[in-house]
């Protein structure tokens, strides 16, 4: 039985209670007989407590939650400040403003009381980043002279949790803060391992694995919150509002997710941005010795792949198939899918 079910049974005995003590009352002015007003305006008053409960009671104190759910932390502490700051400064000028002659001097204190609360959150509000700048400097600042703060926490997507590279990254320490794994990317991983497509099952279960591994393995803690974003199916778009909320970069490899979460303001660490950043730079003239593999699209060249996986297309290489052979770097392209490395065997 539902709460709302229980407080539309509840409203609908008050009002019909209601309905039938004014009916009575107003049965004897009008000389009518008292069962009759009684019953019709008990009626009618069962049936209005029975519609109308959910609207007084229950819907408003849901939008309320909704909107509250939807707010950030960080917006509502800097709200809560300003409220605070506005009520001290009309404590201080009601005082003078209170010796006015009447009736300012009573009007007056209550008007500037709601003027500067209003003032003071819109303000806060408005310069809320720059005021958690301030305030995070001068805590890191103190936390450098004690040891070291913390850094800030990165929300962990499901793609990025699969890909597994991001237990070696976290060994690593280039992540300095604390790794959350919202509950929600915690089901779609047990869904994806569920799956009947041996795949993606075969996926979802490295995940797992992977979470398992950066639990029991990583020097930075990963922890599993319960954090979620009411009124939103979608996983990627809980992550984002979530990340936004929390004021939290997103670590993923996922393009998609990426671009929508810049758009929307959210910084993204995308490890394949990554990976493409600390590969190795060879300029042209640069001698390397690649490993062909297979034959490339034009005519006469050979395809082969350094330790890093870039791609190294080798002119006339096609001869050199299934060897490794030393060659001059020609050309470096860098495009969306990584970096191409164009080159000429050395004997050339």
């Known amino acids: 039985m539902s709460g ?3 407080l539309r049974i509840i409203g609908m005995l008050v009002m019909a209670i209601a309905g039938v003590v004014v009916g009575v009352r107003l ?3 009008a000389g009518g007989p008292a069962e009759l007003w009684a019953g019709v305006l008990g009626a009618v008053g069962a049936l209005l407590g029975l519609v109308a409960t959910p609207f007084v009671t229950t819907r408003p104190l849901r939008a309320i939650r909704g909107g509250v759910a939807q707010v950030s932390a960080q917006t509502m502490v800097a709200g809560l400040a300003g409220l605070i700051v506005g009520l001290l400064a009309a404590g201080l000028v009601a005082f003078p403003i209170s ?10 204190p209550f008007g500037a009381a709601i003027v500067f609360s209003y003032l003071g959150v819109t303000v806060f509000i408005m310069r809320q980043n720059d005021i958690a700048n301030v305030w995070r400097g001068r805590f890191q600042s103190s936390g450098d002279q004690s040891g070291g703060g913390p850094g800030r926490s990165i929300l962990l997507d499901t793609s ?5 590279r991001i237990a070696d990254i976290a060994r690593t320490g280039f992540i300095q803060g ?4 919202p ?3 915690l089901i779609e991983l047990q869904h994806i391992a569920d799956s009947g497509d041996p795949l993606r099952r075969q996926r979802g279960r490295r995940g797992l694995d992977i979470l398992n591994r950066l639990q029991k393995d990583s020097p930075i803690p990963l922890r599993i919150t319960d954090l979620d974003v009411e009124g939103v199916r979608e996983v990627d778009d809980k992550l984002v509002i979530l990340a936004k909320q929390l004021r939290s970069p997103i670590l993923t490899n996922d393009y998609n997710l990426n671009r929508v979460a810049e758009l929307q303001g959210v910084t993204v660490l995308n490890i394949n941005e990554l990976a493409n950043a600390v590969k190795a730079v060879y300029l042209p003239g640069e001698k390397i010795e690649v490993h062909v593999i297979q034959e490339g699209k034009e005519f006469g060249q050979g395809v082969g792949y350094l330790d890093d996986g870039t791609m190294v297309v080798v002119e006339d290489g096609k001869s050199d198939i299934d060897h490794t052979i030393p060659v001059t770097v020609t050309k470096v392209l860098q495009t969306a899918a990584g970096r191409m490395i164009f080159a000429r065997p050395d004997s050339q």
Not at 100 to 105: D, N
């Open 4 to 6: 709302e079910f229980v």
């Open 27 to 29: 049965s004897i002015p």
């Open 99 to 108: 010796l006015l002659p009447t009736p300012f001097g009573q009007l007056l």
């Open 160 to 164: 990025v949790i699969i890909d597994g």
């Open 178 to 181: 604390p790794m959350l794994v």
């Open 183 to 185: 509950s929600f990317v």
